[in-house]
């Protein structure tokens, strides 16, 4: 089952916050339902080409986002990720066992990214 400790997000902050200041990216980081981290971006240089608010789908980073955007969250989600993360999911047979899930959101439903020139 998927869980995730406010000890686990504290070991994990620095490397996140690394991430999001080599992008000169502001956004916050929380846990979901004991069971995501989640990282909110709130605002950066990064033109991530959005209405307000987006959720970004993890697993298709290279599918959906080029350039920079591309290169800022495949380095976000290695950090989010971390040393403990793992995923012994099977999908052909309905099993889902992983350390935690992430979640990656540009803007927030009541507060939109604010792109920084």
Known sequence: MAYISQKDKAELAPAI???????????????KHHMSLVVNLQSGPIDFDHDDF??????????????????FLNELIMAMKGTKWFDKSDL?????HT???????????????????
Do not use: C, R
């Open 99 to 117: 350390a935690y899930y992430n979640n990656i959101n540009v803007g927030k439903w009541n507060k939109p990214y604010q792109l920084t020139a």
């Open 54 to 71: 987006t959720s970004v789908n993890v697993y298709h980073i290279d599918n959906h986002y080029t350039g920079v955007a591309k290169d």
């Open 17 to 31: 916050k690394s991430v999001l200041k080599k992008y000169g990216m502001k956004g916050s980081i929380a846990i």
């Open 92 to 96: 052909m047979t309905d099993y889902f």
